[in-house]
Nanobody
Framework: QVMLVESGGGLVQAGGSLRLSCAAS????????IGWFRQAPGKEREFLAS????????DYADSVQGRFTCSSDDAKNTVYLQMNSLKPEGTGVYYC?????????????????WGQGTQVTVSS
């Protein structure tokens, strides 16, 4: 079992920045990977980025490449998502999720554990 807790959401103006945190506890392993997803109202959950254990392989969706950056602090069992140049369409609930896989998963079904989500609202 893995418990994930997101924090850092809030209200920000378009063009602004936020840093989300995902604190993990429980089961660990060398193939542990954290992904970030966004779910806008009325839409499906969308993959944004992922980072492997100890800041290994990172993957970004085209929509956030160059604006969002993943990082990790293994001592704190925490992964971060730095979001810059936020756009109004970035409004939604942001989730972190954990996957035990050797691949680079991008679909929600490939992830095994989920946090409760944190709301991000980007005003225009």
């Amino acid at each position: 079992q893995v418990m994930l807790v997101e924090s850092g959401g809030g209200l920000v103006q378009a063009g602004g920045s936020l840093r989300l945190s995902c604190a993990a506890s429980g089961r660990s392993g060398s193939t542990y990977l954290i992904g970030w997803f966004r779910q806008a109202p009325g839409k499906e959950r969308e993959f944004l980025a992922s980072i492997g254990r100890s800041g290994g392989t990172m993957d970004y969706a085209d929509s956030v490449q160059g604006r969002f950056t993943c990082s990790s602090d293994d001592a704190k069992n925490t992964v971060y998502l730095q979001m810059n140049s936020l756009k109004p369409e970035g409004t939604g609930v942001y989730y972190c999720a954990a996957a035990y896989t050797l691949g680079i998963p991008r679909t929600p079904i490939e992830y095994h554990y989920w946090g409760q989500g944190t709301q991000v609202t980007v005003s225009s």
